[in-house]
């Protein structure tokens, strides 16, 4: 296994960001920096060996510092969205920043997890090289309460699986839902959309959301619907059927609390294949509807639907629907998920 580490560069207030390069003998290469815990690079071959970046990124420290959208970083302390950005506990009330389009809460508000500064270490361990990501978040953090002491482990080995380990605990109640926000292109980043790709997803069951994309509270069947990847289909087959395309939660079918298969997305052409495990209760599946004009790392400009998010979470806006699993984290328990992202090489 490779680890390796270099400066990155330096933010406005002279404090170092560190790369963090992890390899495995199959030529496959993961990057990670400390600032947002974020994922800048994940290199693979394709099926004539080829190898290609397939995460969409920047090369840069001031593109990650500025607006995007949330490429590779980890989000919270709710990922997704939280309607009007309140919610209550106890009958607290608590007010987080309206950051998406002033209507909802998103992915922990102006300065999520994304934006800040990570202490980071690097481990060896079982045949495995990776990253240990500390951060503490303090009370009144974006609105929450509590101090939240977060801590993200990725790792990676030589059967090619990049686990992420999420951790957290709080002195005060308070709402928790980590998730990572890469963006794939198993053609390779830049390299056109995503509607060819071939994605099955585990899930009989999703939550349709409203026109602004929070949850109506109702829990539906994907049988008959655009939602249905059961048996696997081109991403773009039903995409113009789904207003706006894909950006919804999906329920995983599990029959335990251990790591469960949520996806699986193959690129025919390359042969790469991605499987994403989980111990979470569901997915969000984004078909990458808001990319078109972004600039990336080396000049590409992305592409409306140039990339796609599998990110493993909670169910959005959770704090306002009983129904829906519990999101408050209490003093004393400990978040505690693992997400595996498997990535291969399939035969024709």
């Given at each position: ?44 071959p ?10 969409l ?35 607290q ?5 309206c950051?998406?389009h ?26 495995a ?65 995503i509607k060819?790709?071939?994605?099955r ?16 509270g ?82 590409q ?6 990339g ?41």
């Amino acid at each position: 296994m490779l680890s390796e580490k270099k400066l990155f560069g330096r933010l406005d207030d002279g404090r170092e960001v560190t790369l963090f390069t992890l390899g495995n003998s199959r030529d496959l290469s993961v990057s990670i920096i400390n600032y947002g815990a974020t994922i800048t690079s994940v290199r693979m071959p394709e099926r004539n060996g080829k190898i290609s970046e397939i995460t969409l990124g920047f090369d840069n420290l001031p593109d990650y510092v500025g607006q995007h959208p949330f490429f590779g970083g980890i989000v919270g302390r709710f990922g997704n969205r939280i309607a009007g950005g309140k919610f209550s506990i106890g009958g607290q009330e608590y007010t987080l920043a309206c950051n998406d389009h002033g209507i909802h809460h998103l992915h922990g508000g102006e300065r999520g997890f994304y934006k800040v500064l990570w202490q980071a270490q690097a481990f060896e361990q079982n045949e495995a090289a990776g990253i240990t990501l500390t951060y503490h978040s303090a009370d009144g953090e974006e609105g929450y309460p509590g101090n939240l002491e977060v801590r993200v482990n990725y790792s990676l080995n030589e059967n090619s699986e990049l686990r992420i380990e999420y951790r957290a605990r709080t002195d005060k109640p308070t709402p928790v839902n980590l998730t990572n926000h890469a963006y794939w292109n198993l053609a390779g980043a830049g390299c056109g959309s995503i509607k060819q790709h071939l994605l099955r997803l585990n899930c009989s069951r999703y939550l349709p959301v409203t026109e602004t994309l929070v949850p109506t509270g109702e829990i539906n069947d994907v049988k008959g619907t655009p939602m249905d990847f059961l048996r696997g289909k081109a991403v773009g087959k039903e995409l113009d059927q789904v207003p706006g395309g894909y950006d919804h939660c999906f329920i995983i079918d599990r029959h335990d609390s251990g790591l469960a298969e949520a996806a699986r997305l193959t690129e025919p052409e390359s042969g790469r294949c991605l499987e994403v495990l989980t111990t979470k209760p569901a997915i969000q599946f984004y078909s990458g509807n808001f990319l078109d004009g972004i600039t990336g790392r080396d000049g590409q400009v992305f592409t409306k639907h140039g990339g796609l998010c599998l990110e493993t979470e909670y169910y959005p806006d959770a704090v306002h629907h009983s129904k829906f699993p519990n999101v408050i984290l209490e003093p004393g328990r400990e978040y505690n998920h693992v997400t595996v992202y498997k990535l291969s090489i399939t035969d024709r």
